[in-house]
């Protein structure tokens, strides 16, 4: 069995990662929505306005496959939440194969700082 200290830095370090990827996620909504209000007002140019629909048809995917598949109307879904949760769920399990597949953490001896 392994050592609690080390379980609880290994879940701590899963726990950040998780909030991280709800915190990308809701980011790259709202830069894109920012985006979206600037072509409106003509600040971005063609090439930018581009990049920026693309980007705004991949986060609506998680949300339609959601909502598609629990049956209900297209307005119902919510991207905020789709995409927060996804991104929780996709960053908390990339780190958690990290912490406890992949890393070793090494025993210190008594003598070490």
């Known amino acids: 069995m392994e050592d609690p200290r080390f379980l609880k830095r290994k879940l701590i370090a899963v726990s950040k990662a998780a909030v991280l990827g709800a915190a990308v996620a809701e980011a790259l909504i709202a830069l894109d929505w920012l985006a979206y209000g ?3 007002r003509g600040y971005l140019n063609n090439f930018w306005r581009r990049v920026f629909v693309r980007i705004d048809l991949i986060q609506s995917l998680p949300s339609i496959l959601v909502t598609e598949a629990l049956g209900r109307d297209i307005n119902s879904g919510n991207p905020y939440l789709v995409n927060g949760v996804l991104g929780f ?17 090494e025993k210190q001896s008594p003598d070490s700082p």
Request: charged letters at 10%.
């Open 38 to 40: 600037m072509s409106q």
């Open 89 to 105: 769920v996709l960053f908390g399990a990339v780190a958690a194969f990290w912490q406890f597949l992949v890393k070793r953490y």
